[in-house]
C-alpha cells in the first residue's frame, strides 16, 4: 500500500519561505518520478514541480521558476518543495504524487498515487 503524506503548509505573508515535506512508503520510491500539484479554490488542480529518480532532472512551471526548488532524498524516502519570494497566487493545497511509469509530465492523470495534500496560505 503506497502512502504519501505531505507536511510543511501554513500561512505565511508575501515574500516569504515554505518548504514542504514528503514521506513515501510502500512502494518503489527510489525508481520513480515525483511530482507536486496544486489546487486553488475553484480551480484545477495545477502542476508545479517534478523531480525525476535520480534527482537529475526537474521541472517547474513558469510561474515557479526561479523561486521554488524541488529535491529528494531516495535514502529517507522524501521529497521536498523549497518555495521562496511566495506571493499570494500561490495559495492552495499542495500535493505530492507518484508516477511509477516515470513519464515526467505535468498531467495529473499520468500520476498514480497523491497525497492528502497541505495547505499553503499567502497572505498579501
Known amino acids: 500500500q503506497v502512502q504519501l503524506v505531505e507536511s510543511g503548509g501554513g500561512l505565511v505573508q508575501a515574500g516569504g519561505s515554505l518548504r514542504l515535506s514528503c514521506a513515501a512508503s510502500?512502494?518503489?520510491?527510489?525508481?520513480?518520478?515525483m511530482g507536486w500539484f496544486r489546487q486553488a479554490p475553484g480551480k484545477e488542480r495545477e502542476f508545479v514541480s517534478a523531480i525525476i529518480w535520480s534527482g537529475v532532472l526537474t521541472y517547474y512551471r513558469d510561474s515557479v521558476k526561479g523561486r521554488f526548488t524541488i529535491s529528494r532524498d531516495n535514502a529517507k524516502n522524501m521529497v521536498y518543495l523549497q518555495m521562496d519570494s511566495l506571493k499570494s497566487e500561490d495559495t492552495g493545497v499542495y500535493y505530492c504524487a507518484a508516477d511509477p511509469e516515470r513519464s515526467s509530465s505535468s498531467r495529473p492523470v499520468e500520476y498514480d498515487y497523491w497525497g492528502l495534500g497541505t495547505q499553503v496560505t499567502v497572505s498579501s
Open positions: 510502500g512502494g518503489a520510491f527510489s525508481s520513480w518520478t
